[in-house]
């Protein structure tokens, strides 16, 4: 396994990222992780690390670069559920920051960097993302029909909102197929946002996976958070390489 850490250039900045591919020389499959809104750290590496070992070359870009280098949060302040309320308001501003526009600009500069790199296959990536990264998934799936085969999202909140570039909006530009896995416990995306966002991608005819994995809450896959659900980590793993397997399967 080849683990190291990046720097990408992009239209704003450079973003740091974990890169992982599997010894030898490939050709390997994309895989391009969005992360969750606690950034670049030990957990997300050791997940693109379990992605690669199946074959996959994997990016875990910072989405925050244009704010903040990683590390964004402390190992402290991720296991004291008392803590999360003061770590969600220094990153909610920065969350904010990635619009549409910036999320599709991003996703040319990551996928052009992963293509460019040796032993890694031509041709368009599975997408997954986890919390905060599962929205921002769907956007550059969205944002970029064309180079992204597959998507799949883990505790993603914030799709469906009052706003005019809500995400749910803009399923009609979906070539992909995708996959959603839902947390029972979420107050960022409701049984009655699922629906709505579930109504939207089949009256746009995308090919669709929506589930709730019950009595999880959300950031069940976390293990470094107070959020960790392992029954539903293990689920989560099972649907991810069903969903690789199908996209983009390795010989």
């Known amino acids: 396994m080849q683990t190291s850490t990046v720097q990408i250039p992009t239209r704003d900045g450079v973003a740091e990222a974990y890169l992982v591919k599997p010894d030898g020389d490939g050709p390997f499959p994309g895989v391009l992780m969005f992360m969750d809104a606690f950034g670049l750290r030990p957990r997300l590496a050791e997940m693109a690390e379990r992605i690669a070992e199946r074959g996959y070359a994997v990016l875990v870009p910072n989405l925050f670069y244009r704010s903040a280098r990683s590390p964004l949060v402390s190992a402290e302040e991720l296991a004291d559920p ?31 960097y992963l293509a460019a790199q040796p032993g890694v296959a031509a ?93 999880a809450p959300h950031g069940f896959t976390m293990s470094d958070t107070a959020m960790y659900d392992e029954a539903a980590e293990q689920r989560h793993w099972t649907n991810l390489f069903a969903v690789l397997d199908r996209a983009l399967p390795v010989s």
């Open 123 to 215: 041709g368009p990536v599975v997408a997954v993302g986890y919390c905060m990264g599962g929205r921002n998934a769907l956007r550059a799936t969205e944002e970029r029909p064309g180079r992204i085969k597959a998507l799949a999202s883990f505790h993603a909140g914030g799709i469906v909102t009052d706003e005019p570039d809500s995400a749910h909006l803009a399923v009609g530009s979906i070539t992909a197929e995708v996959y959603f896995a839902f947390a029972d416990h979420d107050r960022s995306m409701s049984a009655e946002q699922i629906k709505t966002f579930e109504a939207a991608l089949a009256d746009a005819g995308v090919t669709y996976t929506s589930e709730v994995y019950e009595g």
């Open 82 to 112: 008392e803590k999360r309320g003061a770590v969600f308001g220094r990153l909610a501003p920065m969350m904010k920051e990635l619009t549409p526009a910036r999320v599709g600009a991003d996703t040319d500069a990551y996928l052009d």
